[in-house]
C-alpha cells in the first residue's frame, strides 16, 4: 500500500526566501506525481505534473523534482511571495492503481 | 489547464433530506473521476471512483447507499447525499482526470446540514 508523507507539516518564512518542500513515497512503481496548491476553503490547483520518466518539472517560480529510487519529490519555491501562502499537496500515482495517494499536506505561510 | 466546475458551491439543507452535487469536466472528457471528502484543516480523503458507465468503487467504509454516486456521461458525475445529517456537513470536492492522467479538481461544495 502506497503512502505519502510531507515534510513539514507547517513552515513559516519572510518573503524573498527560497524554500523547498518534501514529499515521500514508499513504492517506487508510480505513474505520475502531481503537486497541488490548495488555499483555505477552496479547491485543489494542480502546479506541475511529472511523468514517472521524468526528473523535474519547471513552471515559472517553481520547480519540482521527482526521484523515484530513492522514493522522494521536492517542490522548490523561488523568491517566495505573501501570496504564496496556501497549503502545497502531493499526490502519487501508481502504475497499476486507479487512484491517486495524497500526502497530508504542508502549510506554508510567507511573511511580508 | 483543464477545468471542472462543481455545483453548487454552497447549500444548506435540513436533516432527513438528500442533496446532489454535480461536477463537470468543462473542456475534456473524462472517464474517470473521484469524489472526496475534506474535514477542517485535514487532508482529502478519497470516498468513492466514478467511472462512467459502469458502478462507483467506493472506498472502505464509506456508505454507498448514502453516498450515491452516478457518472452518466463523459463530462458529468453526480453526488447525492441521501437523508443527510448535521454529520455529513463537509467540504466535498471533485476531481476528473485526463488521458495524461492528470486530476483536476472542482472548486468544491460546502454542504451544512441544520
Known amino acids: 500500500k502506497q503512502e505519502v508523507t510531507q515534510i513539514p507539516a507547517a513552515l513559516s518564512v519572510p518573503e524573498g526566501e527560497n524554500l523547498v518542500l518534501n514529499c515521500s513515497f514508499t513504492?517506487?512503481?508510480?505513474?505520475?506525481l502531481q503537486w497541488f496548491r490548495q488555499d483555505p476553503g477552496k479547491g485543489l490547483t494542480s502546479l506541475l505534473l511529472?511523468?514517472?520518466?521524468?526528473r523535474e518539472q519547471t513552471s515559472g517560480r517553481l520547480n519540482a523534482s521527482l526521484d523515484k529510487s530513492s522514493g522522494r519529490s521536492t517542490l522548490y519555491i523561488a523568491a517566495s511571495q505573501p501570496g504564496d501562502s496556501a497549503t502545497y499537496l502531493c499526490?502519487?500515482?501508481?502504475?497499476?492503481?486507479?487512484?491517486?495517494?495524497f500526502g497530508d499536506g504542508t502549510t506554508l505561510t510567507v511573511k511580508p | 489547464g483543464a477545468v471542472v466546475s462543481q455545483h453548487p458551491s454552497r447549500v444548506i439543507c435540513k436533516s432527513g433530506t438528500s442533496v446532489k452535487i454535480e461536477c463537470r469536466s468543462l473542456?475534456?472528457?473524462?472517464?474517470?473521476m473521484f469524489w472526496y471528502r475534506q474535514f477542517p484543516k485535514k487532508s482529502l480523503m478519497l470516498m468513492a471512483t466514478?467511472?462512467?458507465?459502469?458502478?462507483?468503487?467506493?472506498e472502505q467504509g464509506v456508505e454507498k447507499d448514502k453516498f450515491l454516486i452516478n457518472h452518466a456521461s463523459l463530462t458529468l458525475s453526480t453526488l447525492t447525499v441521501t437523508s443527510a445529517h448535521p454529520e455529513d456537513s463537509s467540504f466535498y470536492i471533485c476531481?476528473?482526470?485526463?488521458?495524461?492522467?492528470?486530476?483536476?479538481f472542482g472548486p468544491g461544495t460546502r454542504l451544512t446540514v441544520t
Open positions: 476531481s476528473a482526470r485526463d488521458q495524461l492522467h492528470e486530476q483536476y
Open positions: 513504492d517506487s512503481a508510480i505513474y505520475n
Open positions: 511529472i511523468q514517472s520518466s521524468q
Open positions: 499526490a502519487v500515482l501508481n502504475t497499476n492503481a486507479g487512484k491517486s495517494t
Open positions: 473542456d475534456f472528457q473524462a472517464t474517470t
Open positions: 466514478s467511472n462512467e458507465g459502469s458502478k462507483a468503487t467506493y
